[in-house]
């Protein structure tokens, strides 16, 4: 039991999953679901990086699928070899498990990759062997009809990856209160075209869910008031604009706290810069124009 999801933007991908596994329907614990190769920390430049999210319900076979497939990726050259890479790796696998196990016991593991190279990306979804290229979003796991529920009301394929990866705490956010199973931390990985892709700092997953969780409450009075025949114009107008000025006021109360000195010197090295997601800016290479 489990949510993860993916979400393609127009400038990258954004993957996410929650931590909490049910063992045997009794007991629960804390298990990173998001994979990102190359493993140990961000990736910046033109080669190979992939993020992977796993659902089932024998993690030592997700962990076997998702390691396997690194592996074969990366004799690749191009994106859509690594691609493709990827997902005859994922049927060779279940080819060599479903002769070890009896007929009808092969486990199945529910699997939503980005795959990154040569400034583009790719998002795909895979049930079992059967391996299926995603536009827009998708998602697995006992969640999954909540973030289907919110992704159809919130997403379109002209959000960029930094609304891509709120849409994607508020939907952790919203499963991890009320669905059962879904549980744990929240981590997210983004994918981007051009710069640093990798895991999002905790901390700016956190500070993100907790704007979130306020407005979230705020927003649901002001739904109900919106329709409030009563209520004059001044009146709404009035309490919109300090309902407004409230979420600021927690906005401005968030970014000072992730600005702050001695949060900064814990996020990276002195002078280092870090984006919207605690990543490390691009470098120099990265950023500068190619020469004329």
Known sequence: MTIIAGFKGFDGIVLCADTQETVSQLSKRNVPKLRFEPFGGPHEGDGLAVAFCGAGDNGAFIDKVVETAWEDAQVATSLDEA???????????YQEFGQIYQPGYCPTAELIYGVKMHQGCSLFSAHGPVVNRKDGYDSWGAGYYMADFLSKRMY???LNIHQC????AYILFQA?????????ESHIAVLRNHG???RVDWRYVQAITELLESADQYLGELLVKSANMELDSSEFLKEEKELIELLDALRVGQKKELDSPWRRNLLSRKDEKRDCFGLPMPSISETSEPEQ
Do not use: F, M, N
């Not at 990866?165 to 994607?168: D, E, K, Q, S």
């Not at 991890?176 to 744990?184: A, R």
């Open 83 to 93: 691609c493709d890479e990827i997902e005859k790796s994922i049927k060779r696998t």
């Open 196 to 198: 640093v892709s990798g």
């Open 165 to 168: 990866a709120i849409l994607a």
């Open 176 to 184: 991890k209160e009320h669905v059962d199973g879904c549980g744990g």
């Open 156 to 158: 379109s394929a002209y």
